[in-house]
């Protein structure tokens, strides 16, 4: 089945997110199909994302601020992730722990900003 989108215009390559640091520093990376945005952070070395808990939404220090042209994409967080949020720092109506969003064709050009501090 063809894909659509800019996806489909790339055909055999794999998503792009953009992760733009507290300050300013922007960087573009392949991201895995089925992968988190989390593992995808790790895995390119993109500061500003702690993960503590390895993706088991037990510790909100994967906490991303979807930029507002993908939120309404990306989805609101589940419930678990939800109550996660309450006690995370620099909550903004846009965040979800990243490690909860899977890469999939839909969200290449994916745009995420990541705070200041990851804690609780
Ligand atoms: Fe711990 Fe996401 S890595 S909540």
């Keep these: ?15 792009r997110i953009t992760f733009i640091l507290h300050d300013g520093t922007r ?13 995808t952070a790790l895995k390119n070395d993109i500061g500003g994302i702690v993960a503590e808990c390895g993706g088991s939404c037990t510790c909100a220090t994967c906490l991303v601020h979807v930029d507002e042209t993908w939120s309404a994409i ?3 967080p ?21 490690c909860q ?14 705070p200041a501090y990851q804690g609780r």
């Design 74 to 76: 990306v989805g609101k």
């Design 101 to 114: 969003i899977k890469v999939t064709e839909a969200l290449d050009g994916l745009i995420v900003h990541t």
């Design 27 to 39: 960087h573009t990376v392949d991201a895995e199909l089925g992968a988190t945005v989390m593992e």
């Design 1 to 15: 089945m063809p894909t659509t989108g800019l996806f489909s215009l790339r055909d055999n390559l794999m998503p």
């Design 78 to 98: 589940h419930a678990e992730e939800d109550q996660m949020l309450d006690a995370a720092f620099e909550v903004k109506p846009t965040s979800r722990l990243a």
